[in-house]
């Protein structure tokens, strides 16, 4: 497995976005036009291009060649590939993961959030520990669960057809597992720290996770796929 992290501050300068807009096929351009505010248009554009350059930099894929697909429920994957690769993007932060099996990643800035939302959603195992929790520390809590069962969802595949509340994350200082027994695969979960006011959380196949996130950079990126 591979992991990558990328952390920007917006506004992209107009240069840069260019060359990475201009790198994207047509429809994936029609995609980042429909954003309306331009922060949101830049962490999609900034997520497409660090997959392509995973794919050309590290896989050596051809970027003329490069395409993609989604599953019946909207997982991306790469046409012709036994490469697997999930994307996520919240805040300052784009992340991304690729492997040779099924992965699932989700980045999350911790905001201010109603628990109402972990009361109707979550298990009630997992709304016990939030509420256990002392009161400064609970929106946090709800995001460590929030990114753990988001990468779950992401790497079943099954998008908004798997209920978060049918199954049940249990965290128990750097210990994280999944219950009851209700998957088709085994699955194996990891959280990085990326920084304070942030989570994030892969799940993944095979017990396998790089020791930290590796860091790309806007301008890196840009200079490679401008060759």
Known sequence: MMMFALTFESPIDQPAFD???????????????????RPDAERALLAESMVRYVLMSRFGMDAKTISFHTNQFGKPQVVGSPVHYNISHSGNWVVCGFDDKPL????????????????RFFSPDEYGYIMSQPVEKRDGAFFDLWTIKESVIKAEGKGLSMPLDSFTITIDGDRVSIGPEL?????????YPIEEGYR??????????????ERLYTDHIVEVLKK
Request: aromatic share 12%.
């Open 200 to 213: 994030c959380a892969v799940c993944c196949m095979k017990n396998e996770f790089p020791h930290k996130l």
């Open 104 to 119: 699932g990643v989700d980045v999350e800035e911790v905001k201010r959030i109603s628990l109402d939302i972990a009361h």
């Open 183 to 191: 998957f088709s695969s085994t699955w194996f979960l990891k959280r």
């Open 19 to 37: 060359a990475l807009f201009d790198f994207l096929p047509q429809g994936r351009r029609t995609k980042i036009e429909r954003f309306l505010r």
